[in-house]
């Protein structure tokens, strides 16, 4: 078996395998705590593209600006915030990296270098570009890099930013994570070409496209474009062709596309291509599956503490506001 990146250490590999069954486990623990009633409102959960998430921030320098979306968990985790403070965050709690004020959709670590979770489709992607100017203005060797689904490059802020991105030659990676599906919309019903990376070239940027399955192979390219914009070659498209193996949201019953397709992309499942790569470099089944329980292991802790945190109340949901 060849390996997509010899640099990648076995170790390497296999903290990205554990990093990518924290967010799993977190994101199906969220789904049973909303089954429960423990939680409120709804969330959008990115079972299946773990590997977009860790492959792209792996390759990214730790004071590299992150933005996301709706569907952020995963970005937020693989950047190594703190699961009990992200979970306590989801629950209302004091203890969460907002107060308790964010939830999933607007949560942000300015300590980390991360500028928040963001619940308009395609807000983060003006954000990113902004962020991206200071950078540049600032002389920093930093980039921004904007995480994305495939309906928010049907929106102008997508536009609007790759083409003043461009013009201005500013460093930002735009990550298009494409899970085919825009809500219950198929790309092809929504865009005229389903090439969405190509867009790219109408704003005189590289784009390219690449399956987003193999954590090893989502590495490898993001590190090679992250070292082209890091290096002053401008921004950069790139679209991951992934796969959410839940629905858009906790309710959504997937009438829209057949079981028989899910099963097929489940036989793509990153932890499973993870599993089978480690294997082959020599690890055990016996060390692999510790890995896995170590870090279902700190999900559960994690929750526990969430759970056990104190919650605001008015005062607190009122306070930093400003009129």
Same mark, same amino acid.
């Given at each position: 078996?060849a390996?997509?990146?010899s640099?990648?250490?076995t170790?390497?590999?296999?903290?990205?395998?554990r990093r990518?069954?924290?967010i799993?486990?977190?994101?199906?623990t969220?789904?049973?705590?909303?089954?429960?009633?423990v939680?409120?409102?709804?969330?959008?959960?990115?079972i299946?593209?773990?590997?977009?998430a860790v492959?792209?921030?792996?390759?990214a320098?730790?004071?590299?600006?992150l933005?996301s979306?709706?569907?952020g968990?995963?970005?937020l985790?693989?950047?190594?915030l703190?699961?009990?403070?992200?979970m306590? !965050?989801?629950?209302?709690k004091?203890t969460?990296y907002?107060g308790g004020?964010?939830g999933?959709?607007h949560?942000?670590a300015?300590d980390?270098?991360?500028?928040g979770?963001?619940?308009?489709?395609g807000?983060?992607?003006?954000?990113?570009?902004?962020?991206?100017?200071?950078?540049?203005?600032k002389?920093?060797n930093?980039?921004?890099i904007?995480?994305f689904?495939?309906g928010a490059?049907n929106?102008g802020?997508f536009? !609007?930013?790759?083409?003043?991105?461009?013009?201005?030659?500013?460093p930002v990676?735009f990550v298009l994570?494409?899970n085919?599906?825009?809500?219950s919309t198929?790309?092809a019903?929504?865009?005229?070409?389903?090439?969405?990376f190509?867009?790219?070239?109408?704003y005189?940027?590289?784009?390219s496209?690449h399956?987003?399955f193999?954590? !090893?192979?989502?590495?490898?390219?993001a590190?090679?474009?992250?070292?082209r914009?890091r290096?002053?070659?401008?921004p950069?498209l790139l679209?991951?062709?992934t796969?959410?193996q839940?629905?858009?949201?906790?309710?959504d019953?997937?009438?829209?596309?057949?079981?028989e397709?899910?099963?097929k992309?489940?036989e793509k499942d990153?932890?499973l291509?993870?599993?089978?790569?480690?294997?082959?470099r020599?690890?055990?089944?016996?060390?692999?599956d510790?890995a896995?329980?170590?870090?279902?292991?700190?999900?559960?802790?994690a929750?526990?503490?969430a759970?056990?945190?104190p919650?605001?109340?008015?005062?607190?949901?009122l306070s930093?506001?400003?009129?």
């Open positions: 078996m390996f997509p990146n640099s990648l250490s170790d390497d590999l296999l903290n990205m395998f990518m069954v924290v799993r486990t977190f994101e199906e969220l789904g049973n705590l909303f089954s429960k009633g939680l409120g409102g709804t969330s959008h959960f990115c299946g593209e773990e590997a977009s492959g792209v921030i792996f390759a320098k730790p004071t590299d600006w933005i979306n709706h569907r968990h995963g970005h985790l693989a950047r190594g703190q699961v009990p403070r992200v306590g !965050e989801l629950m209302g004091l969460g907002c004020r964010g999933s959709q949560m942000s300015i980390l270098h991360f500028l979770t963001n619940g308009i489709t807000g983060g992607i003006p954000i990113a570009t902004g962020a991206a100017l200071a950078l540049k203005y002389q920093s930093d980039i921004a904007a995480f689904g495939d490059s929106q802020t536009h !609007e930013s790759l083409n003043i991105a461009s013009l201005w030659k500013l990676l994570e494409n085919l599906y825009g809500m198929p790309v019903h929504s865009c005229a070409s389903t090439e969405l190509r867009r790219a070239e109408a005189g940027m590289k784009g496209r399956e987003a193999n954590v !090893e192979e989502v590495y490898t390219v590190q090679e474009a992250i070292a914009v290096g002053g070659g401008g950069e679209e991951l062709m796969y959410r839940c629905g858009h949201s906790k309710n019953p997937r009438v829209y596309r057949t079981r397709e899910e099963a992309m489940m990153s932890l291509l993870a599993t089978r790569s480690l294997l082959a020599g690890l055990s089944q016996e060390q692999i510790q896995a329980a170590d870090a279902r292991a700190e999900v559960a802790k929750t526990e503490e759970l056990a945190a919650a605001g109340g008015r005062d607190d949901a930093g506001l400003f009129a």
